[in-house]
């Protein structure tokens, strides 16, 4: 084949595949001329090289698509979907010659009269006969498809077209000419040897500055450096002559998704962002298939039917979106759409009939893991096996398929609003950075994207390993989280003796599954060249490549995909998701937030949750008694209070008052100005010395007050103290039926340093006990509706979990001691006295140690 | 080399050119065309989980060299005192490969017709990862057959 035809090939596969996205853009937008003329000009270019080039089969055909297209530009026919596939059809016909002509060399014989009969009747008049066109047109397509696709590959654009995609539009017309001088063609196998060849400069450049950085030898070093820095940039322009636009892998989709909206009936927006993210050639080849499949099932599966829509109260057209951005070394690929969503209901009744799951599993499962279920081997959704989802590839094929490359794909679906799918894969798989660790002497790197966190562990620190049965777990953060043993996982205990006090746990994840790995000791990160292991070796899941260290040794790779297959850990592993979702929902996160201005610049905040009413009162109405200023309201005289001495009331028009209400008491704080309500996360960073004043956070971006409301209570209902200091991180259970003493309670004890869990009943308690929560110390009212604290006391000491647990009773009135301490409380504090409670509780927790 | 020795495959002054090894007392031989190095002691990484055979991997110039143990490989006992280290690296299919040995042997120069088959009566393992003999002055000289002997697969199974 002479190098004219080669560039003709390639150039061709490139303008077509443009083709393929204008044309369906076209469609949708039938007046857009500027588009119009690109694609008339795309296939002249195609017609001419032909004639050019002595292609007469090629040019016949493509001489009949450009008369269509003329016409249509002249405006003498219209832009509608039948001229569009009659178009798209013409331009398959010419990609099925030129597969040929790259197979062959030759232009391949065969008859294309009837296409080209449809186009020049079609371009005769729109009065061509509706009904057999259709048929023809696919009559004629599926002749050629016979003649030609024997077993040749499919054409797309040769990788080395696609490498040199960065010229820009070298078929187009004349500005681009001058351009395209700038780039040349370069062959893949080229590209990869140089890759190849930098990969082998970094190894001896690390082995070259380990060997320095031993001694003092600063002649070396310099020149070294140097090296060192032309090696880094050298890796960099070599990456980036692989990294191609993942629009690249898009390009067919378009189409795809056209196609498919006609055969099913739908009617489908393909919406693309990002398009220009880079990444390497090899994972784009790797991750293009995946993603074909995925839009296809969005396309088949996810999306509804235009009645089903309307019916739902959605546009007709659905809608898919496709997403690509940088993030950290990663890219991250999404893809969603506004269907349906996955139906819980049906994933159950599936998972038991493909025998996933059993009931009693399912029931166990949160909405999240039911969701991952798809993921599994022999799963599949769609109810009937279509032709164009159903061909018997699963997403269980999509997630391994990514999962090799180091990627992780996450999925979330809400029934009736649609599903998106986030798939984090590597930017490139040659040169990876990684930590190094070592285990009874050996060491193995562990690429970087699989580690989450490091967490030091050993008998004196705070995170233990803990066994459980055998079984290791680290308490981290209040979550179980599985370990693997590498140590055992490798059969290393032969090497050297028991396992050491001190270990390091590297934890992981896959997919949303988190879990640890126990090795002995952790080095540095170095960048490590991957390289496949030897076939002999292939069939240890464990590794996923080797590599050559900085001072020469070899070391395996970990795969921790590979690790949690091998040691179950997929089995045992927790749902982050699901778990997260439990910490919005038990109000440890964020809550709302009321933002005001009194007394001073600075932003003052209070939890919305213990806040009444916002109200603004009329200066006149306010009243005085004893001093203090009080209005009538509701019936009642409340007393209203001053933030500081320093700031003053209103003297006329309206004054803003935020109300405090327990049972019947109410009281009004006399603030500037009513700022602003948010979400957020109440953080005490620093605690405040000042009355009224619980300690300063970051709310909303601002170092802002946190009122102490119990300080301005007890100001005007009684004695109240200040808290009391730093405590260690225990947990405290708080039971109490009033939520505005759980509400100021909580944040006492929260800036006394406990964690603090809040619950309105004794019977809510019990469940907590039940879903196998522990706490260190349980705080208890003693008068509840229900099960009042007396009794929730007995059923506690009765037998369970918190059988050991103590207990702090909150009582009105000293009376009550006696009968608390004979239902089994530790011991008893005064409601309404915030220093005693606090003290009871650091302690008992005390007492409590002491007697450990 | 590689290209007369297959030119000349029906002359009868054919010659087959091997590199001799001691594995315990028995001399081996491995068609040279196939031998890339002969290397002294080197660091060996032990691979966790690999078959036994794989006695771990080395670094040679840049390249990742996977080593085999030739004697626990032909079922021989464990040298007393541990290995000497010395190997022949071999490529094989585009991977390198070091086998290790006891000592290195001089290069050999023999021709063709020589070359008998196995007795019936060696070893399965040995007829299985050998292709044939040469009698020498006072000893046999055992051909291996890399490829075989690198087929670990096959080893379990047998």
């Known amino acids: ?852 | 080399m590689t290209t007369s020795s297959t030119q000349g495959a029906s002359a009868p002054a054919e010659e087959r050119v091997y590199v001799t090894l001691m594995v315990a007392d028995q001399l081996f031989g491995v068609p040279i065309h196939s031998v890339q190095d002969v290397l002294g002691p080197q660091r060996i990484n032990r691979i966790p989980l690999a078959p036994v055979e794989v006695a771990g991997s080395l670094n040679l110039r840049g390249r990742i060299v996977t080593a085999i143990d030739l004697r626990r490989r032909m079922g021989l006992p464990e040298r007393a005192g541990g290995q000497s280290g010395m190997s022949v690296v071999v490529d094989h299919n585009g991977e390198l490969y070091s086998l290790i040995m006891d000592s290195a042997g001089e290069v050999m120069s023999l021709p063709a017709s020589a070359f008998e088959p196995n007795p019936a009566t060696l070893d399965p393992l040995w007829q299985d990862v050998t292709s044939g003999i040469y009698q020498l002055d006072g000893r046999l000289l055992v051909i291996l057959e890399i490829e075989r002997l690198l087929d670990l697969t096959h080893a379990k199974a047998a």
């Not at chain 1, 170092?703 to 004695?719: E, K, Q």
């Not at chain 1, 059923?795 to 001691?817: F, H, S």
């Open chain 1, 1 to 852: 084949m002479d190098d004219l035809l080669r560039e003709f090939l390639t150039e061709s596969a490139e303008s077509l595949a443009r083709l393929d996205v204008e044309l369906v853009q076209l469609e949708r937008n039938p007046n857009d001329q500027e588009l119009l003329g690109n694609i008339f000009r795309l296939v002249h270019t195609v017609k001419g090289t032909c004639g050019f080039l002595g292609l007469p089969r090629l040019e016949t055909v493509a001489h009949a698509g450009e008369d269509v297209l003329g016409k249509i530009r002249e405006g003498k026919l219209a832009v509608d979907a039948r001229a569009i596939t009659l178009i798209l059809t013409s331009i398959d016909c010419i990609k099925s010659i030129l597969t040929e002509i790259e197979r062959t060399g030759t232009e391949p014989p065969g008859d294309d009269g009837a296409l080209i009969a449809e186009l020049n009747a079609f371009a005769e008049g729109s009065e061509a006969p509706e009904p057999a066109a259709p048929s023809g047109v696919a009559e004629s397509a599926a002749s050629i498809a016979d003649t030609l696709f024997m077993d040749g590959p499919a054409f797309a654009p040769t990788p080395a077209a696609a490498a040199a995609k960065s010229a820009g539009k070298p078929a187009e017309a004349a500005p681009a000419a001058a351009e395209a001088n700038q780039t040349i063609r370069v062959n893949v196998g080229l590209l990869e040897n140089l890759m190849n060849l930098v990969s082998e400069l970094v190894l001896t450049r690390n082995q070259l500055l380990q060997m320095v950085r031993g001694r003092n030898d600063n002649e070396l070093g310099v020149p070294l450096q140097r090296l060192s820095h032309t090696t880094t940039e050298l890796q960099e322009g070599v990456m980036k002559t692989r990294m191609q636009p993942i629009g690249n892998a898009w390009n067919q989709l378009p189409r795809i998704v056209r196609d498919l909206a006609r055969d099913l009936g739908k009617d489908i927006n393909l919406e693309m962002h990002g398009a220009e993210t880079e990444l390497d050639r090899q994972v784009l080849e790797l991750i293009k298939d995946p993603l074909t499949h995925m839009v296809r099932n969005s396309a088949d599966h996810g999306l509804e039917k235009p009645d089903d829509r309307r019916a739902a109260g959605k546009p007709e057209a659905g809608r898919i979106t496709l997403e690509a951005f940088h993030e950290g070394g990663h890219i991250i690929v999404k893809i969603g759409d506004d269907g349906r969503g996955l139906g819980l209901r049906r994933i159950r009744e599936k998972a038991i009939e493909k025998g996933l799951a059993t009931e009693t599993d399912l029931a166990q499962m949160s909405e999240c893991q039911i969701q991952q279920l798809i993921f599994r081997p022999g799963f599949s959704t769609a109810e009937k096996v279509t032709n164009v989802s159903g061909r018997g590839v699963g997403m269980d094929v999509v997630r391994t398929n990514i999962e090799k490359i180091g990627g992780t794909i996450e999925l979330k679906s809400v029934e009736g609003k649609g599903s998106t799918f986030t798939i984090k894969i590597p930017l490139t798989l040659a040169i990876v950075s990684a930590l190094i660790v070592a285990c009874a002497d050996e060491r193995f790197a562990i690429p970087q994207i699989n580690v989450i966190e490091l967490v030091r562990a050993g008998s004196k620190s705070d995170n233990a390993i803990e066994k459980i049965n055998g079984t290791p777990v680290l308490r981290l953060r209040e979550k179980l989280l599985p370990l693997v043993s590498l140590r055992r996982l490798l059969d290393l205990d032969a090497a050297t003796g028991g396992e050491p006090e001190e270990a390091f746990i590297i934890v992981t994840a896959v997919g949303n599954q988190h879990f640890g790995i126990i090795v002995d000791r952790v080095f540095d990160t170095e960048e490590i060249v991957v390289k496949p292991v030897a076939p002999i070796l292939r069939d240890i899941s464990l590794y996923s490549g080797n590599t050559i260290l900085g001072d020469g040794s070899v070391v395996m790779i970990l795969d921790p995909n590979g690790i949690a297959g091998e040691s179950g850990a997929t089995e045992i592993g927790e749902e982050r998701g699901a778990e997260e979702a439990h910490d919005s929902a038990s109000g440890e996160d964020r809550s709302a937030i009321l933002l005001f201005r009194a007394g001073g610049s600075a932003p003052k905040a209070v939890p919305l949750s213990l806040v009444a009413r916002l109200e603004e009162i009329d200066i006149a109405a306010i009243e005085r008694t004893n001093g203090m200023p009080v209005v009538q309201y509701r019936g009642q005289l409340m007393p209203l209070i001053a933030i500081d001495a320093t700031a003053s009331m209103k003297s006329e028009g309206r004054q803003p008052v935020v109300v405090f209400t327990d049972d019947e008491r109410s009281m009004g704080l006399m603030v500037d100005e009513i700022t602003d309500i948010v979400e957020d996360r109440i953080a005490l960073e620093i605690s405040s010395g000042q009355a009224g004043v619980l300690g300063s956070a970051v709310i909303a971006g601002k170092a802002t007050d946190v009122i102490d409301v119990a300080h301005y209570m007890g100001r005007i209902f009684g004695d109240w103290h200040k808290p009391g200091a730093d405590r260690d991180h225990k947990r405290v259970l708080l039971v109490d039926d009033s939520s505005f003493f759980r509400n100021l309670l909580s944040p006492l004890l929260s800036v006394a340093g406990y964690s603090v869990t809040a619950v309105e009943s004794a019977e809510e308690a019990l469940r907590l006990r039940d879903r196998g929560e522990t706490f260190d110390v349980i705080v208890s009212d003693i008068e509840m509706p229900g099960v009042d604290g007396c009794e929730f006391a007995h059923k506690v000491r009765a037998g369970g979990a918190w059988q050991e647990t103590p207990l702090v009773a909150l009582a009105a009135n000293p009376a009550d001691l006696q009968r608390g301490q004979a239902a089994g409380f530790d011991d008893l504090a005064a409601k309404f006295d915030r220093e005693a409670i606090v003290a009871k509780v650091s302690q008992t927790l005390l007492n409590l140690q002491g007697a450990a």
